[in-house]
């Protein structure tokens, strides 16, 4: 069975300490803002208006000193409960129990594993964020053994941690270099054309990986895939893009973008979500279901992969500063990856939970396909490929999906 790359020892959640300082400062700020609040500070959104209103109603009739003091003892005991949730966390006995499926094929850091299976073959092609695995996590959350028993064959490109020469890679290189690569020997071992199935980034690279190899593709599915970049949030898009110049000297340095790196960013979208979920991991049962889930989410979340520095550059500048694939400019392969081109059946499936890919981006993709296949799925962006309620709204319409390209 496979463990965590950090071993027996967990070292997450990544970075730590950034998490423990939010919470510091969570205490800090929420003191010097009480004084604000008590005398009618009136910044709120229009919705919150009548809460606002009547929390300050409470907090002028109280005692300053008492409530001052409540205040911290509050914070403090929320963060007694964050450092509770992170040691019941390090020192859960759960692991992965499952071993990697077998490699058939392998280019420099990337494999080609096959689940086994009868019936229409499917590559998947994950993030080059964050381990392939998410989409076999375990034995109760692995969107591939699920097919693999059910109809489909499904194979997985694992891209691995990038070495010397993964460093150098573009999306060019990994796209029309690796991928390529990587269908063509699918292909070959299944003996016809396959489906593709993207996740979040994996899902760009799936769809410019069909433009390259039409005559190899008989579908395209795409899960939680972006595309319009400044579609819902625009701002926190051009937002991730300023950060480019900060970020360079790591990537020069390292020639990646590190994992704390990447966490770091996706903590942006939500500073205080990790404390709220170790939080509520502190009062579940060790042994139920969804202790074991949450400490196989944040080991896989924690046994990341940095990112090539010119595919960071590319992503961050091209595609959330300069929203390139939405405004036709992003060129792979020298041709621009143009949806509407795409003549082959495409199902796109949209959580509209999502934190990372907003929903409106990925409708925009839809939208511009024509032989797509549109679903909303109630669910976030991790929880759509592993919740367990995921079997009904994602896994079966994508089982059915893939088996029609059959027919």
């Known amino acids: 069975m496979q463990e965590p790359a950090q071993g027996r020892h967990r070292l997450g ?22 004084p604000i609040s008590s005398s009618g500070w009136d910044g709120w959104k229009p919705n919150l208006q009548a809460r606002a209103r009547a929390l300050q109603e409470e907090l002028a ?199 704390d790196s990447l966490q770091m960013l996706f903590a942006g979208l939500d500073p205080f979500g990790i404390q709220r979920k170790f939080e509520a991991f502190a009062e579940l049962d060790p042994a139920s279901e969804r202790a074991r889930l949450f400490v196989a989410l944040e080991d896989w979340l924690n046994d990341g992969i940095p990112l090539a520095a010119p595919v960071a550059r590319e992503c961050l500048v091209g595609w959330y500063g300069e929203n390139g694939p939405a405004r036709g400019e992003w060129m792979v392969a020298g041709s621009p990856v143009d949806p509407a081109r795409l003549d082959v059946p495409a199902l796109a499936l949209m959580p509209e939970k999502d934190r990372i890919v907003p929903p409106q981006s990925a409708a925009a993709l839809a939208a511009a396909l024509p032989r797509c296949t549109a679903l909303t799925i109630s669910a976030g962006h991790i929880g759509m490929v592993v919740g367990s309620g995921m079997r009904k709204a994602v896994w079966e319409p994508l089982r059915r999906w893939i088996a029609a390209l059959q027919k």
Not at 13 to 34: D, E, F, N, Q, Y
Not at 84 to 98: F, L, M, N, Q, S
Not at 214 to 230: E, I, S
């Open 13 to 34: 959640p990544r970075p730590l300490p950034l998490h423990l300082g939010l919470a510091m400062w969570a205490v800090t700020s929420s003191s010097v803002a009480l």
């Open 61 to 259: 009739a109280a005692n300053p000193e008492d409530l001052g003091r409540a205040v911290i003892v509050d914070g403090l005991r929320r963060i007694c409960r964050l450092l509770a949730g992170i040691e019941k966390y390090r020192h859960h006995p759960w692991r992965r129990d499952v071993a990697d499926a077998p490699t058939l094929w392998r280019d420099g850091s990337t494999a080609l594993r096959d689940y086994g299976g009868v019936g229409t073959a499917a590559l998947f092609v994950p993030s080059l964020i964050n381990r392939a695995y998410i989409l076999d996590l375990s034995e109760r959350h692995s969107l591939l053994r699920w097919l693999s028993r059910n109809g489909v064959n499904p194979w997985l490109v694992d891209w691995g941690y990038p070495g010397e020469a993964e460093r150098r890679f573009d999306l060019d290189a990994y796209i029309a270099g690796r991928l390529v690569r990587a269908l063509d020997a699918t292909v070959e071992l299944t003996g016809g054309p396959v489906a593709l199935v993207g996740y979040c980034m994996g899902g760009l690279l799936a769809l410019a990986l069909a433009r390259l190899r039409p005559q190899h593709v008989t579908g395209v599915a795409l899960l939680a895939t972006p595309w319009d970049f400044h579609a819902g949030d625009g701002a926190r898009a051009r937002a991730l893009a300023a950060l480019a110049p900060a970020l360079e000297p790591q990537l020069q340095l390292f020639g990646t973008l590190p994992v």
